[in-house]
């Protein structure tokens, strides 16, 4: 029976849908197996029913017109889409940030090109 979870756990995690209609595709994967579901390997599962990615891209292809491996590659190119723009984002704002911590030291008299700052003293 584990080779039979590892099946139906692999197939969990690449589908993309309600809790309730995951445990509906891991009945009909229970329910083609049948009474061979204790002595299957992993190997004539995947004979039987095809890879996981595979198994799922046939359900999701009947139940859609998209297919599903090109709905997963859709939202994996928007996620990176995403990722990027945050990055450059955080790196914009540090980077004004550090401008900003520069010029506003430079405008102090701090750092100055001419060396240490002079103190002008106003005694007679």
Known sequence: MSE???????????LD??????????SVIQNSVGDDAETC???ELVERLGTPDE???AQMDIK???TYGRKVEKLKK??????????????AIVTLFVYFY??????RGYGSEYGEPSIIS???
């Open 41 to 43: 390997s992993y190997e």
């Open 55 to 57: 198994w799922v891209s």
């Open 17 to 26: 849908c309600s809790d309730k209609e995951k445990e509906y595709y891991l």
């Open 78 to 91: 928007r996620n990176k889409l995403l990722i990027f723009t945050i990055v450059f984002i955080l790196l």
């Open 102 to 107: 520069y010029a506003n030291e430079k405008s």
């Open 4 to 14: 039979l979870r590892k099946y139906m756990r692999e197939v969990s995690s690449l």
């Open 64 to 66: 859609g017109s998209d």
């Open 122 to 124: 106003i005694e007679p």
